[in-house]
């Protein structure tokens, strides 16, 4: 248990770290929210993605979780489009089958609920 929890804090603590820095660098030295997240993106997200998948033993089972996904995700969509079209019967239904299947998880909500949820431990953040 207090393994788990250290893997979690050892792991999300720079993110969070991250986020801090970001809301003080804009709130007291007048830095603008474009140049922030142009940094983030284009500087930040890379040098941690690659740095994450640089410590990865890769195996061939961590092929399945995004496939798996995937086919749920797809599966999903479909089902949420029937029923906008059901529902709507207008372009809203394909509004709500995207929206449905694209949550705003991006490098990391995937990663938080692989560690809380499957408890694998921190070669989970390497993964998404």
Known sequence: MFETFSVLVTSLLPLYALIA??????KFFDVERQTLGSLGIYILMPIVAFGFV???????????LPVILYVLLVMS??????????????ARA???????????TGYF???????????IGSGCISLS
């Open 21 to 26: 820095l970001g809301y003080v660098s804009g």
């Open 54 to 64: 640089g410590q990865l033993d890769f195996k061939v089972e961590y092929i399945i």
């Open 77 to 90: 969509a479909f089902i949420w489009l029937r029923i906008g079209k059901a529902v709507y019967g207008d």
């Open 94 to 104: 394909n509004l709500l089958a995207l929206c449905t299947t694209s949550g705003n």
């Open 109 to 119: 909500g995937l990663p938080l609920a692989l560690a809380v949820l499957l408890l």
